[in-house]
């Protein structure tokens, strides 16, 4: 990739009853668009999406007309199924979580929606392989792996691996 970051397979964590969740499925990682909601990619970058990856379904993260850079649909073509569900970064994703201070933090019932409409896209095969990111592939990005590898059987010290693998890219 020359200008997309962050980007990793969620494929190959083994899972606690032995199994392998299976590569070329699913994709995370930062942003794809600029500012202007156009591509932020290359013509290479495009060319490893659509045509190695085969991407057919993107879910974005990002809250419309905060820091979305105008996104409203698929920098992957028109074919590509686009899905927007917006998440603040840094929130519980639990109802019954709550922080007082140093910072206040709730789960928002936003949030909790925008969890359901991720799984409702992934519970499409018409989606696959899908790309899902927000800008960094961090925060909103990693706390979607961790629940989508969590679900699969991925041991929680795996889960936190590949959250904290970001740390890196």
């Given at each position: 990739?020359?200008?997309?970051?962050?980007?990793?397979?969620?494929?190959?964590?083994?899972?606690?009853?032995?199994?392998?969740?299976?590569?070329?499925?699913?994709?995370?990682?930062?942003?794809?668009?600029?500012?202007?909601?156009?591509?932020?990619?290359?013509?290479?970058?495009?060319?490893?999406?659509?045509?190695?990856?085969?991407?057919?379904?993107?879910?974005?993260?990002r809250i419309a007309g905060h820091?979305?850079?105008?996104?409203?649909?698929?920098?992957?073509?028109?074919?590509?199924?686009?899905?927007?569900?917006?998440?603040?970064?840094?929130?519980?994703?639990?109802?019954?979580?709550?922080?007082?201070?140093?910072?206040?933090?709730?789960?928002?019932?936003?949030?909790?929606?925008?969890?359901?409409?991720?799984?409702?896209?992934?519970?499409?095969?018409?989606?696959?392989?899908?790309?899902?990111?927000?800008?960094?592939?961090?925060?909103?990005?990693?706390?979607?792996?961790?629940?989508?590898?969590?679900?699969?059987?991925?041991?929680?010290?795996?889960?936190?691996?590949?959250?904290?693998?970001?740390?890196?890219?």
């Amino acid at each position: 990739m020359e200008e997309g970051f962050n980007i990793r397979d969620l494929g190959g964590w083994k899972t606690e009853d032995g199994r392998m969740v299976k590569y070329g499925q699913i994709y995370r990682g930062g942003r794809v668009n600029n500012r202007g909601g156009n591509t932020g990619l290359s013509d290479e970058d495009l060319r490893v999406f659509r045509d190695l990856l085969g991407i057919r379904g993107e879910i974005d993260l990002r809250i419309a007309g905060h820091d979305d850079g105008n996104q409203t649909m698929s920098v992957f073509g028109s074919d590509v199924n686009y899905r927007k569900a917006p998440m603040q970064g840094y929130n519980y994703i639990f109802p019954n979580f709550k922080q007082e201070s140093p910072i206040p933090r709730e789960c928002q019932s936003e949030f909790v929606t925008s969890v359901g409409e991720v799984f409702h896209f992934l519970a499409d095969q018409n989606n696959y392989p899908v790309y899902f990111h927000c800008n960094a592939g961090a925060d909103r990005t990693g706390t979607v792996a961790f629940l989508i590898n969590g679900l699969l059987g991925v041991s929680e010290e795996d889960l936190t691996k590949d959250f904290e693998l970001t740390s890196f890219s």
